[in-house]
Every structure is written in C-alpha cells, then in structure tokens.
C-alpha cells in the first residue's frame, strides 16, 4: 500500500508559529514565568512557621500588624482529585489565621508577598511605559471562607505605583483560578539590576486606616492609606480560617497560558539565589596556611543575588574525632555573593596539621 505524502510547503505552513498565534507563539521555548516556585514545590526554610517575615515556602514573605495570635504559613498539600491537583500541581502555600480575640482593629493586616526582581522586568520583553503593552498574572485560589480579596502590583523605583485588583467573591473551600492582565504605564521604572522591581501583594485583611477610595483595574500613585478599597473582616474575624494558593504566573502578554511547570531541581536552584540553607552542618577539611592560622572558602551553589546574611547555629573545629583545645573559629569571616571564608586559629598549631570546621545550621540570606 502506497503512502500519502505531504509537501515540504505544505508542511511548513502547517507548523509556522504564526498559526499559533501571536502571543502564543511569542512563548514557545522560553521561560515564560517570571514567579520562581510558583507551584510551592521548594520550602527550604521549614514546612511551617509563624515569623513575620520568610519562614515556610520559599520566595514568599508574610507581612502582618496588629494581629493577637500571629497566623500560621505553611507548605500545604493540594487535595487529590480537586483542580488544581489534575493539571500537576502538588503543593500550596497556606496561611491560617490566629484567634483574633480583640476584633479587626483599624491597623490590623495580614498579607503575603512576592517580589520580582528588576532586571527579570526589565529584560522581559514588556514593554512597561505603553499602556498598549500587557503583561498577565494568573494563580489558583481558595478560601475557607466565602469573601472578595484584593491583590496589587507595586512598583518601587521612581514615583511608586500599585495597580490594585480583586479575587471576585471566592466560594467557600473552592478552588478558583484567577486571571489579570495589567497594562504598561509612563511613570514605571524598571532598572537593569539586582533590585526591587516589583511587590506583588495578596491581602487577605486591611484595616480601616489602611484602606478607603481606591481605583481597580488601573495604575495609581502610591497611598499607604488606601492600599485597597475597604475590605469585609470575615476571613480576618474567623478562628482558623485558611487561605491557600498556587500556580502563580506572571508573564509577558495579554494571554495566560498553561503553567510553565519546572523540574524540582530548576526551583531548587532558582531559589538558592535568593536562600540557601546546610543542615545540620557543613564540613570541610583544613590545612593551615601558616602557623596558627588557616582558611577555607565556601562556595555558593549557584551564586547569590547579593552578599547575603550569613547565620550559624555553631562553629566548631575538630582534629580528626577530638575537640581541638584553644581553637578559635573567627566571626569575622569573608562574604559576598560568591561564597564565605571561614578562619581558624590555635595556638601552637604548625602548617602540617589539618582539622574539621564544622559549621551547624547554616543559612545564607539574600532575599529582597
């Protein structure tokens, strides 16, 4: 039996781009998602935490004021057999409210943050200073509660704006996927750098001092008074009441397209530029480079955004399996984006000795 054939021409024009689309075609082969650890796979910090700050799912810092017992965050499973889970998504970031005994207090908020960087902005290929250029952000979303929550995209350098929108009314224990296209505008400025581009800021409560006229849907100059438009205390005044998400994507174009899902060892390393944590130790064999002194440099792996913030647990040096008497391990080490040099010194040590620092629950923190 003969076999059909099909022209090179004909082939062509079946498989050209432009028959995708534009925008579509504009994101074949790229990293098209400019939100590291999107889909809560990495959390390097712990599974779980009530600091004010970064504590559970990498690239996710919490921000709360006011509040009487500090919300849980934690690295949550996506149920089975709900969407998102079908479409690959396995974890969450989730926070639970405290017991917020004294009410919602005019100060009070709680809100979670993501932070992009500059020049991953200014390098995207939108083109931020014409309203006629898009940019798109799209998540997964649930509440235990049936309320409106609002979301906004802030920008830092120059006169600071925030572009301020709404979840519509979420079904109680519901998954939801929200999609937003954003437009360009004059006043924002992006530099080609390690810095602050953009906050993006999902607030589950804002106090009364914290809100009031605000436009939707459209860039207006920064006023910490009105963050939002008023806002229910349903979710806020519930005991235990959760709030988790997922999917985060934000790329360039007026078009959400699927998730871009990465390998679990890409988001790991994408975000070891930010954070980096060794437990319970790290080691590493020394050898004095003169009498009484030596060093050893630490190499991050991949290099950081910036010098980070360098914590211990300990410092200890042994030789071979015994403590080293009148060992002295210097805070005084060397750091930057590259890595750290540690220094020891012991008294009566000569350049042919060799020992052990080791260095327990180290982490190294360059976040924005």
Known sequence: MALNTVSSERLSTNVKTSNLGTELSKKLGQNKNLIINGAMQVAQR????????????????????????????SQADVVAGTTPYTLGFRKAFKVTNGNQT???????????????????????????????????????VKSSVEQNFYFTIQSDNGSQYRYVMETGTLTADTWTK??????????LVFNNDNGVGVFIVWSIFQ?????????????????????????????????????EITGIQLEVGS??????????????QLCKRYFQAQRPYYNAAQYLITN???????FFN???????????????????????????????????????????????????????????????????
């Open 207 to 243: 106090g009364t001092n914290r809100t009031g006229t605000r436009p939707l849907n459209a860039w207006a100059a920064l006023d910490n008074t009105s963050r939002t438009p008023d806002m229910t205390s349903t979710w806020y005044t519930t005991n235990n009441a959760t709030f």
């Open 46 to 73: 712990g599974t779980s935490s009530t600091a004010n700050t970064y504590g559970s799912v990498d690239r996710i810092r919490i921000s709360t004021t006011g509040t009487d017992a500090a919300p849980t965050h």
């Open 102 to 140: 004294s009410g919602a207090g005019a100060d009070d908020a709680v809100s979670f943050v993501y932070t992009v960087e500059d020049q991953d902005l200014a390098t995207s290929g939108w083109n931020h200073k014409s309203s006629s250029s898009k940019i798109t952000i799209s998540f997964w």
């Open 255 to 268: 078009v959400a397209t699927d998730f871009e899902h990465r390998s679990a060892e890409q988001e790991l």
């Open 178 to 187: 929200i999609t937003k296209t954003i437009p360009g505008n004059t006043n």
């Open 302 to 368: 991949p290099e950081m955004r910036a010098t980070p913030t360098a914590t211990h647990g300990s410092l200890q040096c042994r030789e071979n399996t015994d403590s080293f008497a009148n060992v002295t391990v210097s805070s005084n080490y060397l750091l930057d984006s590259k890595g750290i040099n540690y220094v020891v010194t012991k008294t009566g040590a000569a350049t042919s000795d060799s020992f052990i620092i080791f260095v327990n629950n180290a982490t190294y923190d360059a976040e924005l």
């Open 292 to 298: 009484e002194i030596a060093s050893n440099t630490v």
